[in-house]
């Protein structure tokens, strides 16, 4: 009842209880994962669970018939294909970026983090930026110090 009210009606329904809810698909991955694990556990059927992870590569490796892929196979291309799409957007973004660089004595925001502040004083809805700081330091590694326009306790 509460799944149908927060979420509405599923578009489909999975389980392996009964063949009126049940896809195809399902019905033959779980076939072919039993016979899998029987052909691996032989005579030792209580050692089901040490041949879970023979079991796992075997199935994650096997190509199957209809596409020509192994599950393995198919999350490589989506990674590939992910990996792909973010390097592009990162490149385009990376190219209306512009350098900015900081020296002794300008002021800028300083966005406070979670670390930064103590533990009892953290609040996810207080404004994390604090009035302008000056950069009063710079040392060898290009850190720079800085100073608050107005006292902060958390700096």
């Known amino acids: 009842r509460d799944v149908y009210l927060l979420h509405g009606l599923p578009a489909s329904i ?5 063949t009126r809810f049940t896809d195809g698909q399902t019905e033959v991955v779980n076939r072919s994962l039993g016979n899998l694990l029987r052909s ?7 050692a089901w669970d040490q041949k879970l ?11 199957n018939r209809s596409t020509g892929l192994s599950p393995n196979h198919v999350l490589a291309q989506v990674h590939q294909t992910t990996h792909a799409h973010l390097v592009a957007a990162t490149t385009k973004a990376d190219q209306k970026r512009r350098a900015v660089n900081f020296g002794v004595g300008d002021f800028v925001w300083a966005i406070l983090t979670k670390d930064r502040f103590p ?10 930026k604090i009035d302008l700081v000056e950069i009063v330091g710079e040392d060898q590694s290009k850190c720079l110090s800085f100073e608050p326009s107005q006292p902060c306790s958390y700096l």
């Open 14 to 18: 999975v389980s392996d209880r009964d």
């Open 53 to 63: 992870p023979q079991a796992e590569f075997a199935h994650n490796h096997a190509v």
């Open 119 to 128: 533990a009892h004083e953290y609040s996810k809805l207080a404004s994390k």
């Open 40 to 46: 691996l556990v032989g005579d030792h059927p209580k």
